[in-house]
């Protein structure tokens, strides 16, 4: 069974940086590709930041230029750099992974950006 475990949220002010990381149970990231999303309140889940087990990333409009995906293989971790935060960045942050067309998730990290 897939478990990941996100870290790294916490409260920001604007402008401020945060580092998220998630950590796989298993080896997985050698054939995984693996992606952030994000919820607000009252809002649907949406993409951030994606990358492929070959290193290819993708980003929503959001986050281009301020936010950097990065993984780990050997650590079976995946990190999100945020810079340049936001109050509309504010949201609960989940990873993903997406094996053989199934999807796993995490259980989410709360990011607050204050104003």
């Known amino acids: 069974q897939v478990q990941l475990v996100e870290s790294g949220g916490g409260l920001v002010q604007t402008g401020g940086s945060l580092r998220l990381s998630c950590a796989a149970s298993?080896?997985?990231?050698?054939?995984?590709?693996m992606g952030w999303y994000r919820q607000a309140p009252g809002k649907q889940r949406e993409l951030v930041a994606r990358?492929?087990?070959?290193?290819?990333?993708n980003y929503a409009d959001s986050g281009k230029g301020r936010f950097t995906i990065s993984r780990d293989n050997a650590k079976n971790t995946v990190f999100l750099q945020m810079n340049s935060l936001k109050p509309e960045d504010t949201a609960v942050y989940f990873c993903?992974?997406?094996?053989?067309?199934?999807?796993?998730w995490g259980k989410g990290t709360l990011v607050t950006v204050s104003s």
């Open positions: 298993v080896n997985i990231f050698n054939f995984a590709a």
């Open positions: 993903n992974a997406y094996i053989n067309g199934v999807n796993y």
């Open positions: 990358i492929t087990s070959g290193g290819s990333t």
